[in-house]
Antibody, heavy 115, light 112 residues
């Protein structure tokens, strides 16, 4: 069974950093591109960043470019999202997702950016 | 960015009824490789989104045939026949043909 389990969220002050992790199991992690998608409270879904199966290629939405870094450790079957210079508008539930078709989603982790 | 316009914003459907959701794109979703990367998801209350339909019309594993997708180019439709209580929630379309991937704003399906 495919499982994606996010961790690392919580309350953080504006301008500070936070690192999210997503532990994958139930499939060959190194075969799949991965992505982070977020959802602000009571809002719709927003694509954040994508990484290729081998980590050689990444893509970011404009509003996080230069502040967020997506990475992966295929030996540990883990996806990461390093978030720097956080802003209040980054407050959201962050989902780890699998594949080009986005077939599977984690349960999500809440990130609250507030003083 | 590609804008996906979903209509209606909300749907009131009776159990056993039929629902139809439209997703219109600001540009063609046909990729240079000939595929169309338009997918449909359902987010039930308090849950993560789940894939229903991928690449316009392919039902994902375990999705009942009450769900069907159709369309081409810029106009796409999700139909749900014989609506059941577990179908309630917010439906989203997602395009992954162009970067950045973008979602529709969602359609909330509620019981009448």
């Amino acid at each position: 069974e495919v499982q994606l389990v996010e961790s690392g969220g919580g309350l953080v002050q504006p301008g500070r950093s936070m690192k999210l992790s997503c532990a994958a199991s139930g499939f060959t992690f190194s075969n799949y591109g991965m992505a982070w998608v977020r959802q602000a409270p009571t809002k719709g879904l927003e694509w954040v960043a994508t990484i290729s199966y081998d980590g050689s290629s990444t893509y970011y939405r404009d509003s996080v470019k230069g502040r967020f870094t997506i990475s992966r450790d295929n030996a540990k079957s883990t996806l990461y999202l390093q978030m720097n210079s956080l802003r209040s508008e980054d407050t959201a539930t962050y989902y780890c997702t699998r594949g080009d078709i986005t077939t599977h989603w984690g349960q999500g982790v809440m990130v609250t950016v507030s003083s | 960015d590609v804008v996906l316009t979903q209509t209606p914003v909300s749907l009131l459907i009776s159990l056993g009824g039929q629902a139809s959701i439209s997703c219109r794109s600001s540009q063609s979703l046909v990729h240079s490789n000939g595929n169309t990367y338009l997918h449909w998801y359902l987010q039930k209350p308090g849950q993560s989104p789940q894939l229903l339909i991928y690449q316009v019309s392919n039902r994902f594993s375990g999705i009942p045939d009450r769900f069907s997708g159709s369309g081409s180019g810029t106009d796409f439709t999700l139909k749900i026949s014989r609506v059941e209580p577990e179908d309630l929630g917010v439906y989203y379309c997602l395009q992954r043909t162009h970067n950045p991937p973008t979602f529709g704003a969602g359609t909330k399906l509620e019981l009448k």
